[in-house]
């Protein structure tokens, strides 16, 4: 099963600039995790962010930030528990206003919902608590989750790897920045993919 662009999201987990240092990669982890948020942006894929204890940890970089629809300030670990999973449900369709008489006959009928994206793309840290603790709380929740394994770290090795292997075992797809990249576009023909070949070759 291929990755499908149109019922993709892309959350951003805590790439924050003091948890940065610590990082395993964390160069190659941010470098990622940029290309694909500026792929997403272009593709019309919606990005959300989150922040651990902002106020401590520090915002997530501009360019990061600046692809983001909404970026949550969040305590808990999983950011499903402080509302992440609201903001991934498509909005519902509002009711026209003012009385039916006096509305036209097409804006009598409800408006047709926005479209469904359970398609989630995660990148960011530490591998083996937010990230992890969020994208379990996500599959609870029935979303199907990508785990970008080259968007990804944790403060040591042994602990993002063993994040990966429980990731896995509860049916999270663990895929690359290039490969989400290649099957969001599909077609060298696709108008986007010059810029896939800018920012990944």
């Not at 500026?38 to 990061?64: D, F, H, I, K």
């Not at 999983?78 to 009711?95: K, R, T």
């Not at 609870?140 to 602990?159: K, L, Q």
Request: glycine share 4%.
């Amino acid at each position: 099963m291929l990755i499908d662009v149109e019922e993709s999201q892309l959350v951003l987990v805590d790439l924050q600039p003091k948890l940065q240092p610590v990082m395993v990669d964390a160069q190659g982890v941010w470098s990622n995790a940029a290309k694909l948020a500026e792929l997403a942006a272009a593709l019309e894929v919606p990005v959300w962010g989150t922040e651990q204890n902002p106020s401590r940890l520090g915002e997530m970089p501009p360019e990061l930030r600046s692809h983001c629809r909404k970026v949550l300030a969040k305590m808990q670990f999983s950011a499903v528990e402080e509302g992440l999973g609201e903001w991934l449900q498509p909005a519902p369709a509002q009711a026209p206003r003012g009385n039916a008489r006096s509305l036209p006959r097409h804006l009598q009928k409800p408006q047709p919902e926005s479209q469904e994206r359970k398609t989630i793309v995660l990148a960011g840290c530490e591998a083996h608590i937010c990230l992890m603790q969020t994208a379990l709380d996500l599959l609870e929740d029935e979303f199907d989750v990508w785990v970008v394994t080259d968007a990804c770290s944790s403060r040591t090795e042994r602990n993002r790897d063993a994040a990966y292997d429980r990731l896995a075992g509860a049916g999270a797809e663990l895929v690359t920045a290039e490969m989400v990249a290649f099957e969001w576009v599909r077609s060298a023909e696709h108008p986007d993919f010059k810029l896939l070949q800018s920012l990944f070759k």
